[in-house]
T-cell receptor
Framework: DADVTQTPRNRITKTGKRIMLECSQT?????MYWYRQDPGLGLRLIYY???????NKGEISDGYSVSRQAQAKFSLSLESAIPNQTALYFC??????????????FGEGSRLTVL | AQKVTQAQTEISVVEKEDVTLDCVYE???????LFWYKQPPSGELVFLIR??????QNEISGRYSWNFQKSTSSFNFTITASQVVDSAVYFC???????????FGKGTRLSVIA
């Protein structure tokens, strides 16, 4: 099983619908992130959380919200999806200490299409 | 603010050629990490390397090598004797010493033609 699991992996929805992307991890990391990938734009940070009680906006947080339900779970919500939110979404985790400090461990991605 | 620039959007080479992917970064931090990730056509993101700003030694791992130069704020990635399996999008990224999320460049798409 993957250390960082995203569900759903693929989703097609309509404009105005509420969508939730879920992320769970078994790595025991304290930090979790949501990034969005668009062709030619690289990976852009939506939200991040350094522990259960910590939520921070990233570069492109408008139109999104998150919830850190537990150390291992971090979900991303689109309250009212719009077509320009069509993208590939990645959840990632990192450890605040240890030899891998700073390195991101990614889920397999969730492809969202908003019609 | 931190910024990563990968000026090469797409590169195409013939198999067995050497290829260098450029990465230029901007940061006000004196200590920071630099990273390279690979995204093959299957879509997952694969970690390749992390370099601490204190360590300017070049690194070699098989056909891969990295050249870190603080003087030019660059962290370039060279693939020697490229292979078709090297075809992917490669991302360079930057963070301060583990305390801020990674900032990514826009990526370079490498196509290796047989």
């Amino acid at each position: 099983d993957a250390d960082v699991t995203q569900t759903p992996r693929n989703r097609i929805t309509k404009t105005g619908k509420r969508i939730m992307l879920e992320c769970s991890q078994t790595k025991g990391h304290d930090r979790m992130y949501w990034y969005r990938q668009d062709p030619g734009l690289g990976l852009r940070l939506i939200y991040y959380s350094f522990d259960v009680k910590d939520i921070n906006k990233g570069e492109i947080s408008d139109g999104y919200s998150v919830s850190r339900q537990a150390q291992a779970k971090f979900s991303l919500s689109l309250e009212s999806a719009i077509p320009n939110q069509t993208a590939l979404y990645f959840c990632a985790t990192s450890d605040s200490s240890g030899e891998n400090t700073g390195e991101l461990f990614f889920g397999e991605g969730s492809r969202l299409t908003v019609l | 603010a931190q910024k990563v620039t990968q000026a090469q959007t797409e590169i195409s080479v013939v198999e067995k050629e050497d290829v260098t992917l450029d990465c230029v970064y901007e940061t006000r931090d004196t200590t920071y990490y630099l990273f390279w990730y690979k995204q093959p056509p299957s879509g997952e993101l694969v970690f390749l390397i992390r370099r601490n700003s204190f360590d300017e030694q070049n690194e070699i791992s098989g056909r891969y090598s990295w050249n870190f130069q603080k003087s030019t704020s660059s962290f370039n990635f060279t693939i020697t004797a490229s292979q078709v399996v090297d075809s992917a999008v490669y991302f360079c990224a930057l963070s301060d010493v583990g305390n801020t999320p990674l900032v990514f460049g826009k990526g370079t798409r490498l196509s290796v033609i047989a």
